[in-house]
């Protein structure tokens, strides 16, 4: 896949799926952490749908909700039950129903890289589904995961029987299972978990398939790193992630972890980081930006399992460079709920700026300083902002202080 830089121009065939893409106004809520199926998960949303809705997300990414070897819904095993650690398939729905009553669509967290087995198979593992709906076999499982399938066709998920999409069978279940979960449950949107785990020709195939509103892929590996300091330059880092996206036909946009690695460097005062060699921004939003899905963290690099967390004394920093930014932002429940009402009042007046000022996924950026201490930008024709602690204003008296907190400030033009 070549070198790509810049906007591209889609013809896509599914007019549902990019009509939400052209539009360019997705602000995505992601509604959980790690902890959540602890909490009777489903009910306790429902209350806070109106919240959510009136907040302006336009998606809210749900924990997997089929039933699970594990809790947190990880490790999924009978794909046609929600009953999960989550709550019941009845308050599930109800839910869901809720969310459609305030035009917010429901994202379903899609775990098809893996399944735990039910009974014991080939070699004494377990590597066979049987006595649930979609009985497979070990045909369905890579060989390198203990079964008698194919190779993976991508990364290999330790512990678990990784499935074989190469397999007719398996694909036309999957695709199956994926309408149900879009017509009968009332899901609108997927996430991909693991989506470096199999070929996204296959992602492909599922959204042509059931055809979801909206999807985003996690396609997270490592950024370019020497040592324990990350490198100035990772250009193979995003076109990893744009190559995975092509991959999907341009029907899925994924998240933007080159964003995230750099953004989390550059708060702690080296802002040169936020400007590329061609003076761009230096994640997948710098080259991809209406398939580019920002974020400052998720239940994985953040919440209790804080594998890769941004530093908690400057997500405000983080929130007011991707609310400002193109691409298409994302906002974590703990920061919005739990981290107090001053950090949820300062995300919903950028959210609000935002969408007043027209700020969309494709918006055109200027980048007016990246040093040390200090990056300004120009996004669209009437917000500028700035983060950091180093000194800094717009030029011009037709520029008006939106907001502003501890080491960022926005304006915007009448």
């Known amino acids: 896949m070549g070198f790509w830089n810049g906007e591209r121009n889609q013809t896509n065939q599914q007019s549902d799926i990019g009509s939400v893409l052209r539009d360019g106004k997705e602000i995505l809520f992601q509604a959980f952490n790690w902890e959540s199926h602890k909490y009777n998960w489903w009910k306790n949303l429902e209350g806070k749908v109106p919240d959510i809705a009136k907040a302006g997300f336009t998606s809210v990414w749900l ?25 019941s398939e009845r308050q599930l729905k109800a839910l869901l129903q809720k969310m459609k009553q305030h035009r ?11 399944r735990a087995g039910t009974t014991q198979g080939r070699g004494g593992m377990y590597n066979r589904f049987d006595g649930i709906r979609l009985a497979w076999d070990e045909r369905a499982v890579t060989s390198c995961s203990g079964g008698l399938g194919n190779p993976s066709t991508g990364a290999i998920f330790q512990g678990f029987p990784n499935i074989d999409h190469t397999q007719d069978f398996v694909r036309k279940d999957i695709i ?32 042509e398939g059931a055809k979801p509103l909206f999807s985003v892929g996690e396609y997270w590996d ?56 061609q003076g761009k921004p230096p994640g997948v939003v710098g080259w991809w930006p209406s398939r ?38 994302t906002v974590f429940y703990d920061h919005f709920f739990d981290w107090g009402n001053s950090i949820r009042e300062q995300i919903l007046k950028l959210i609000d700026i935002r969408k007043r ?17 200090l ?13 950091g602690d180093g000194s800094w204003c717009p030029s011009g008296r037709e520029w008006t202080l939106s907001t502003s907190g501890h080491n960022y400030a926005v304006w915007n033009k009448q």
């Open 63 to 87: 924990p997997p909700p089929t039933q699970s070897f594990s809790p947190e819904g990880y490790t999924p095993q009978d794909l046609y039950s929600v009953d999960s650690k989550y709550g």
């Open 104 to 114: 917010v669509r429901s994202m379903a967290d899609v775990v098809i890289n893996h």
């Open 176 to 207: 199956g299972w994926l309408r149900w979960l879009r017509h009968d449950v009332g899901f609108q949107d997927f996430r991909f978990d693991f989506a470096k785990g199999f070929s996204p020709k296959y992602v492909k195939e599922y959204i």
């Open 222 to 277: 490592s950024c370019n790193y020497r040592g324990s300091t990350l490198d100035y330059n990772q250009d193979s880092h995003r076109q990893r992630i744009i190559n995975w996206i092509d991959g999907t036909g341009q029907l899925s946009t994924a998240f933007d972890f080159t964003t995230k690695g750099i953004l989390q460097e550059a708060v702690k005062g080296e802002f040169w980081r936020l400007r590329d060699t």
């Open 292 to 329: 580019s899905v920002t974020f400052i963290d998720n239940h994985d690099t953040g919440s209790t399992q804080a594998h890769w967390p941004f530093p908690s004394n400057h997500i405000m920093e983080g929130y007011a460079y991707i609310l400002t930014h193109p691409g298409i932002p």
């Open 357 to 373: 000022q027209g700020i969309q996924s494709r918006s055109p950026i200027k980048i007016l300083e990246a040093k040390q201490n």
């Open 375 to 387: 990056y300004s930008a120009i996004i669209g024709e009437k917000l500028c902002m700035k983060i």
